[in-house]
Every structure is written in structure tokens, then in C-alpha cells.
């Protein structure tokens, strides 16, 4: 089964909020996790990635938070813009040998900004 | 300095015909990587190529699904005898080598329906 998910498919959010978007895993063995951005008829956009030794990452206006205990990471998208409005995935490495080509995604959440 | 490049963006089969699905990598990028998206749902790592070698193939069904990377032009993968099940969006990506740091740059993908 998916080793990846996602416990919320459809986030609603009013612009000028802070979005969170959550995400489970099962491979405890993975060690690295990418968040992807995915606009209707396009291709995913990397947005950030944390390896298993850290527990958050800091971007630009985004915040990944890794919970190893529970195989639990989220994405926070502070000041959500009408522009963030996308499909939002996580994936995981599975990749040997420190590569990191062979990942597994998520189904995804549909994030809407409403202005 | 242009992005992964993939064409068609669409195409539309009958079943039993072959479908041909190009990418042209990112400009000094010689790593291809083939995902499929079926509707609503993650990207699924296919199969992994360098210049005129299969690294990694694991993702790919074992019949009627092919891919190359020939030493001059785009990769392809290639359907025989499409089905209706393989209508799906066909995304390629590309990186410089398969290190560490792992961030895919993916094209708008091949979206393949199949009548």
C-alpha cells in the first residue's frame, strides 16, 4: 500500500492565514522528504525538503516540521497568497546509496485560498 | 535557460495503437526520470535512465511500457498496445548527477488519454 498520505485531502483558507498541510508516512527507513507544489496542468515544484536529522526547515514564507516519533510531516504556509493556491504533495525518498530519484508521493491536498 | 521540455503535452490514442511520450532534459542535466499520475492521485516513479543506460527500472510495468535515452535527442517512453488504463499524465524530470541534495526539476508532463 502507500507508504505515503495525507490525513486531510481539501484545505480552505482565507487569504492572509497561516496554512498547514499534514502528512503520514510509513517507511520508517526513509530519510529524506520533499514537499512539491502542483498547479493545475503543470509539472510538481519543489518547494523545500528536510532529511531525517532535522526536525524543521525554514523557506521562504514556508516551515517543514519533521515528527519522526509518529512518521509525521507538515507543511506551514504562512500569509497564504491566491498564488499558493495548488495541489500540495509529500514524498519520500526510498532511494539507496544516498540517492534521491526514487520517490514515493503522497495523493495530495488541494489547497484553496480564498481572497 | 529553459526548463525540462515535454511534448506533446497531449495526446489521444486509440487502444491497441502505441503512444511516444518526449523529454528533453534541463541544459546540462544528463539524469532522466519517468513518473506517472493517474487521476487524482500521487506521482509514481517509473523508470530512471542516463545517456544510452537504464539505471533503474523497477517502476515500469513489465509489458508494453518502454524507455530510452539515446546518446543524441530526447528520452522517450514508449506504449505499445495502449490500454484504457494507461491514460495518465506522464511527467519526465531531470537533475545533473544522482547526488545527495536530490531536488527533481519536472516538465509539465504528457497528459496520454486513451479512447
Known sequence: GESVGLHLPTLSVQEGDNSI????YSNSASDYFIWYKQESGKGPQFIIDIRSNMDK??????TVLLNKTVKHLSLQIAA?????????????NIGSGGSNYKLTFGKGTLLTVNP | NAGVMQNPRHLVRRRGQEARLRCSPMKGHSHVYWY???????LKFMVYLQKENIIDESGMPKERFSAEF????????????VVRGDSAAYFCASSRAKRDTGELFFGEGSRLTVL
Open chain 1, 21 to 24: 498541510i499534514n502528512c503520514a
Open chain 1, 57 to 62: 526547515r525554514q523557506g521562504q514564507r514556508v
Open chain 1, 80 to 92: 497564504t497568497q491566491p498564488g499558493d493556491s495548488a495541489v500540495y504533495f509529500c514524498a519520500e
Open chain 2, 36 to 42: 506517472r499520475q493517474l487521476p487524482e492521485e500521487g
Open chain 2, 70 to 81: 539515446p546518446k543524441e535527442g530526447p528520452s522517450i517512453l514508449r506504449i505499445q498496445q
